[in-house]
């Protein structure tokens, strides 16, 4: 079997579930208005002045560079290059560093005026800023200045592998000898949910020329680590482990304390295998993890997606998921990569689940509409 990378071909499993191409078409449409255009309480970008916009985490009343970079990648996949620019240059001008250790890297947060919450940076942004530049070059051209797609994706990446060669310059984001990612720049563990394969596979085309065998190895490194981070029964993975794949207990005093289980972050993991499998198809065991994981939660949590476990399926007691649609619609986006068969069931609950409302719905509703692109077949390489 080969991926789309190879064929071209996106498979669209709504259609496979008998949604008509019309109602699939007019269902991701009406996700997107709503997201960036519905009413107060229902969507979360916001314009900025005359040329610049952001997203807003609303649980948390900051702009992060994971939605900021979310954003883009939905604007240039729906072909919206007016949204595209404005949350790229809010980002530049915002997030960008360019002096001390950080210079190069965006500020992981920042207040809805623009002011900075923390200096350092967090590498899922950085590593999707620089794909959705790229498919930017490639759908509507390089401009000028910031707008130069191509040579910010590039610069981007330079600096994520060689921050660090120097002394006084920081720390790089990707591990130099194992060629994993860090959960920040220079620490010693990672977030399996940060491992993009299918993204290292296109910039080993697109980066530096210098930096292309780099990516090459973290494509191959990240599929191979996720067979150590994601349980061999349940399919779950933590949201921070060590490099070797064990759960990091990360202490009280650190990033919020404990990230031992399988919680907000560690969703994105399933639906991550799952478009790296809808593109690519490199690793078959892809296929029989993502069954486990939708067997663990069709078979012995009977469809419920509000409990928090240990990736070995014990219940964390007094503990109920953040994000529950957001961990329904990985369930979903799975189903790419799925040999089990619980696969239709999860598209059809999905496809049955509308968007998120209230102050959680930012991350729900990204991680939503990635798997409405990724099922309907419109995630596309550009």
């Not at 997107?32 to 519905?38: A, R």
């Not at 002045?49 to 900051?62: A, K």
């Not at 067997?295 to 014990?314: A, H, K, P, Y």
Request: aromatic residues 16%.
């Amino acid at each position: 079997m080969q991926g789309a990378f190879y064929t071209g071909t996106y498979r669209n499993l709504f259609a496979e579930c008998g949604y008509s191409q019309e109602e699939i078409d007019r269902r991701v449409e009406d996700a997107f208005q709503t997201i960036f255009f519905g009413p107060e309480e229902d969507r979360f970008y916001h314009e900025s002045g005359s040329d610049m916009g952001y997203l807003e985490d609303t649980g948390n009343y900051d702009a992060r560079t994971e939605g900021m970079s979310y954003g883009m990648m939905m604007c240039v996949q729906m072909d919206r290059k007016d949204l595209f620019d404005r949350i790229w240059k809010w980002a530049k001008t915002y997030m960008y560093q360019t002096s001390g250790p950080e210079a190069g890297y965006f500020a992981w947060s920042c207040a809805p005026d623009g002011k900075k919450n923390a200096e350092g940076a967090a590498p899922d942004g950085e590593e999707y800023f620089a794909m959705a530049l790229f498919f930017a070059s490639h759908r509507w051209g390089d401009g000028e200045g910031i707008f130069n797609y191509s040579a910010e994706a590039r610069q981007i990446l330079h600096d994520c592998v060689h921050k660090g060669e120097q002394p006084g310059t920081g720390s790089a984001m990707w591990d130099p000898e194992n060629h994993l990612i860090r959960f920040v720049a220079g620490c010693d563990f990672s977030d399996p949910s940060y491992h993009l394969p299918h993204f290292y596979d296109l910039f080993s085309l697109w980066a530096n020329e210098e930096d292309r065998p780099f990516w090459k190895r973290a494509a191959r490194a990240s599929r191979e680590y996720l067979h150590l981070a994601c349980h061999g029964e349940t399919g779950l993975s933590a949201e921070y482990a060590a490099f070797d794949g064990t759960p990091q207990k990360t202490p009280p005093h650190l990033y919020g304390g404990r990230h031992d289980w399988f919680y907000s972050d560690a969703y994105r993991t399933a639906a991550n295998i799952g478009l790296d499998w809808a593109w690519f198809a490199a690793d078959e065991w892809q296929r029989g993890n993502a069954a486990r994981i939708q067997r663990f939660f069709s078979e012995e949590q009977g469809g419920r997606t509000d409990g928090v476990f240990l990736i070995d399926g014990t219940p964390v007691e007094g503990m109920t998921a953040l994000h529950p649609v957001g961990l329904l619609a990985t369930l979903a986006e799975t189903s790419l990569a799925s040999d089990g068969t619980h696969v239709q069931e999860w598209v059809r609950r999905f496809w049955e689940t509308p968007l998120r409302k209230g102050g959680r719905r930012y991350y729900d509703n990204c991680l939503y509409f990635f798997a409405l692109l990724a099922l309907s077949g419109k995630y596309r390489i550009w």
